[in-house]
């Protein structure tokens, strides 16, 4: 099994910024892609970012774009997600996923990633 756990989550002013970190631990798949993926109350689940196992593949999603950077330590296994300028309409909890990636881009869909965290709790105050 693969248990991935989120944390760097909090409470930050609008064009602040957060790092979050998922650090995955088991060894059910040397090659995974990993995944951001937002949730904000009474809203489906939102595609952030996702990574290659490589990390030569990054996925961005348009709202997030030029101001997240995601990047991943293979070594530590962890992934990280560097949110700057953020904004009120980034709050959401913030959920870290990973699936076993047979190719070189990774999945925007949720239904692909195999293993989830337990998310953290961004909240960015007007």
């Known amino acids: 099994q693969v248990q991935l756990v989120e944390s760097g989550g909090g409470l930050v002013q609008a064009g602040g910024s957060l790092r979050l970190s998922c650090a995955a631990s088991g060894r059910t798949f040397s090659k995974y892609a990993m995944g951001w993926f937002r949730q904000a109350p009474g809203k489906e689940r939102e595609f952030v970012a996702a990574?290659?196992?490589?990390?030569?593949?990054?996925y961005y999603a348009d709202s997030v774009k030029g101001r997240f950077t995601l990047s991943r330590d293979n070594a530590k296994n962890t992934v990280y997600l560097q949110a700057n300028s953020l904004k009120p309409e980034d709050t959401a909890v913030y959920y870290c996923?990973?699936?076993?990636?047979?190719?070189?881009?990774?999945?925007?869909?949720?239904?692909?990633?195999?293993?989830w965290g337990q998310g953290t709790q961004v909240t960015v105050s007007s």
């Open positions: 996923a990973a699936y076993s990636l047979s190719g070189s881009y990774p999945s925007d869909r949720p239904s692909e990633y195999t293993y």
């Open positions: 990574i290659s196992w490589s990390g030569a593949n990054i």
